[in-house]
């Protein structure tokens, strides 16, 4: 692999989606990358220079770290971290099973803290670097069948904003994103069939959602801000999305 000059980016959720078109924006622009999801094959495919992919689950903290210490030693410190992995389980509380709950709980809010916590004290230490979390408009907002899932992105807001002002002094920026409705493989993860055919009646009477590309660019653009600057929280949505 070659050497590069810019410092590794880390995705989590890198297999398909946002995660996906994140890498392939990053490596465009020239940084090496650790692309971290579940499915190996489908990362490989993306075909990126400089990349090392790890099959690697967010809340396996030892295996996260470790993924991540091997990226750092070819590549140097990381410079930003994506956190992007997350699950979508849509249901009525009343009835849902709560290990999907769980499951939500994981990957939402422990995935998000390890991945922040692996890096943030080489940022802090060092006086930068960027911190990146992708929540969702559902983590300002309620929506139908969506407590359990906007608990969790509620938490992420709630988590990003604090933890930013814990390291602002430190220089290290941290960056929620929340965007509304995309066009990615998120709601396939909901087992409840009627509530996925409502969702996908919603998404075709707004026409065109959001692209996996439009969040990786508002992603983009608060990473390439100057260290100095920290856009603290984009939330995007089509614009015929009315809710």
């Known amino acids: 692999m070659e050497s590069t000059n810019k410092g590794l980016i880390v995705i989590t959720g890198a297999s398909s989606g946002i995660g996906a078109a994140t890498a392939k924006l990053f490596s465009d622009n020239g940084f090496p990358l650790l692309l971290l999801g579940r499915r190996v094959k489908k990362m490989e495919a993306l075909n990126l220079p400089n990349t090392l992919i790890k099959k690697v689950d967010v809340t396996n903290y030892d295996a996260f770290k470790s993924a991540i210490a091997e990226a750092e030693s070819q590549f140097g410190l990381t410079e930003a971290i994506v956190n992007n992995a997350g699950m979508m389980l849509l249901g009525d509380i009343a009835i849902q099973d709560p290990m999907e709950w769980k499951k939500m709980f994981d990957v939402n809010i422990m995935g998000v803290l390890n991945g922040m916590q692996i890096v943030l004290p080489q940022m802090r230490e060092r006086k930068g670097g960027t911190i990146i979390n992708i929540s969702s408009i559902a983590g300002r907002k309620t929506f139908g069948n969506h407590a359990a899932y906007c608990g969790t992105k509620f938490g992420v807001h709630a988590i990003t904003e604090n933890a930013r002002e814990e390291a602002a002094a430190d220089n290290v920026r941290m960056v929620t994103i929340a965007p509304g409705a995309v066009e990615t493989e998120l709601l396939s993860h909901t087992s409840n069939q009627e509530i996925k055919d409502g969702y996908e009646a ?42």
Request: hydrophobic share 45%; aromatic share 10%; charged share 20%.
């Open 202 to 243: 919603w998404k075709k009477e707004m026409g065109n959602i959001l692209k996996a590309e439009d969040i990786a660019n508002a992603i983009w653009y608060a990473f390439n801000q100057p260290q100095g600057v920290n856009v603290r929280e984009i939330v995007l949505a089509a614009t015929k999305q009315q809710q």
